[in-house]
């Protein structure tokens, strides 16, 4: 599981502070671990209080985590005093390797009321923001920094280089108090980068610095470059917006969970519409497909010769055979585009589903129904840009987490496997009948159960728990596939 620590304070309210930040973290797959550094009495309608944790104790937590964790990213939010900002720079000073670093220099709540004690922000500025990886400064946190007024995409881009002056790799100004759309510039000393989405006509925008910062974040620790972490942090942040909600009398917060619930606040991962099915009912042979009996999901056996592998899928395709996916290895993409453009008119033939696996870019040449991706394929969201809407993507899955992903980044079906010990692939851990129950809590769309399933296998708490088998061996290495088919099918029933 990646990780992130974020120290910051606490905000009674929910909306913003280290509640904000462990929410974003945890909706963007990252587990998340915190230091505080002060609880503040707060509300949708203000700060009312605040009371600083000792250095000690600030100290004390950061180094706990470090002796035990490795921590993959470091999230920084409201430290209030000059002594907790030293008390976390002497710590940080002292751990080898630390990890990238984002800085979000709170100065003052939504309602105006100052998170920073006068004389923390030199503290602030030449002892904590050199260690930044990247800084999220307000405008009104860029102007105290800077000293200079801030009003036009100009005075942010003079501001964005004078912060990085100071010392951190990198600096992102958010436009959230400007008027307009809402306009962030990033400068990483090279280059400035605009990051722009239309203004949201909400008022519940408490906690929106802390969400983006933790969010940016979440993606760093996952590995992104830093404009593919903003980019996609920024997304978010504005959807969080888009899904913010009245609580309370003032201020409210932003709905950090708003991908997992719908209108009506129920948690909707298992009721997202099934894209699986829409896809295959605008395809035009629908009826073929009877969505409600389970199904067969044919994958080549690349240990067969083409032309005898083309034999046993058409006898399959006669037996019924619904959706086929062709896997090779170790073959040049020139022979997979042709064999794969072979496989598809096959399919077409007998108006079935043709999927390609792994390679985007072979199904986007030969115009597959869609693409199988592994664990270590390309991710559902870059195969959606190259793909587009309107193509199945399936997705792998050993366990509930990995699920849970998947479906998240917008897998239409999920493999899961492996259910037994498989002929084809080696060293597969098996998944017990307990985590196919779990995934199947998670979601709708379909699921394949895969690995090692013959006609003699398929039991009860299986069959209750998958929407279809997925099949090599069974069916290419069987002597008679008409009777192997027909058996697997009962067996399904
Ligand atoms: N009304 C809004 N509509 C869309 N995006 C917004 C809105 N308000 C803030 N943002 C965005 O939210 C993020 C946080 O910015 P901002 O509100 O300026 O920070 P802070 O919460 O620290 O004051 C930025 O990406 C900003 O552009
Ligand atoms: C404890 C705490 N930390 C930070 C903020 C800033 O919130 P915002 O994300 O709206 O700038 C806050 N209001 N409370
Ligand atoms: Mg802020």
């Known amino acids: 599981m990646i990780n992130g620590l974020t120290i910051a304070g606490s905000d009674s309210c929910g909306g913003a502070g280290i509640q904000a930040d462990i929410k974003t973290m945890s909706a963007n797959g990252v587990f998340a671990m915190s230091v505080i550094t002060a609880v503040t009495a707060q509300s949708t309608q203000g700060v009312f209080s605040i009371e600083d944790i000792s250095s000690n104790m600030i100290k004390k937590q950061i180094n706990v985590i470090f002796d035990d964790i490795d921590v993959n990213v470091i999230k920084i939010g409201m430290v209030s005093k000059k002594e907790s900002i030293n008390a976390i720079v002497e710590s ?31 503290a602030l500025i030449t002892n904590l923001i050199p260690f930044a990886t990247l800084i999220t400064p307000n405008i009104l946190e ?39 759309d809402a306009i962030d510039v990033l400068y990483d000393g090279i280059e400035f980068t605009i990051f722009e989405k239309e203004r949201i006509e909400n008022d519940n925008t408490h906690g929106t610095g802390c969400t983006l910062s933790s969010a940016i974040a979440a993606n760093m620790a996952k590995g992104m470059s830093l404009k593919e972490s903003v980019a996609l942090a920024k997304e978010y942040v504005t959807n969080a917006i888009k899904h913010g909600f009245t609580l309370g009398k003032g201020i409210g917060p932003t709905h950090h969970f708003y991908k997992f619930y719908n209108n009506q606040g129920e948690f909707i991962v298992k009721k997202e519409k099934n894209k699986f099915y829409d896809l295959i009912e605008n395809h035009k042979n629908k009826d073929e497909f009877d969505l409600k009996s389970k199904k067969i999901y044919l994958i080549t056996d690349y240990r067969l010769d083409f032309d005898i592998l083309v034999e046993k899928v058409r006898i399959a ?36 589903i043709f999927i390609v696996n792994d390679r985007v870019d072979i199904a986007l040449v030969v115009d597959a129904h869609g693409v199988h991706l592994g664990r270590e394929d390309m991710k559902i969201s870059e195969a959606k840009k190259i793909l587009g809407e309107g193509k199945i993507i399936g997705a792998t899955a050993h366990n509930e987490k990995e699920a849970l992903e998947a479906i998240s980044e917008g897998a239409t079906y999920l493999g899961v496997g492996a259910l037994y010990k498989s002929k084809s692939k080696s060293n597969t851990v098996n998944l017990s ?32 728990n998958i929407d279809g088998v997925a099949v090599i061996s069974a069916i290419f290495q069987t002597n008679n596939i008409k009777n192997t088919i027909k058996e697997i099918n009962e067996n399904l029933k």
């Open 92 to 122: 940080l000073r002292e751990i080898r390797n630390l990890p990238p670093i984002v800085i979000d220099p709170v100065m003052v709540s939504k309602n105006g009321f100052n998170l920073l004690s006068k004389d923390a922000k030199d």
């Open 142 to 180: 860029a102007e105290e920094i800077t000293n200079e007024r801030i009003l036009t995409l100009d005075d942010m881009k003079k501001a964005v280089e004078a912060i990085l002056n100071l010392g951190p790799k990198a600096v992102l100004i958010k436009g959230g108090h400007l008027k307009g």
């Open 317 to 352: 395709l006669e037996c019924g055979i619904k959706i086929v996916q062709y896997r090779a290895k170790e073959k040049s993409t020139k022979d997979m585009c042709a064999e794969a453009r072979v496989l598809k008119q096959l399919c077409h033939e007998y108006n079935a």
């Open 433 to 464: 009948i307990k985590t196919l129950q779990k995934i199947k809590k998670i979601t709708d769309n379909p699921i394949f159960g895969i690995g090692g399933i013959t006609e003699n296998n398929i039991n009860s708490s299986l069959r209750e």
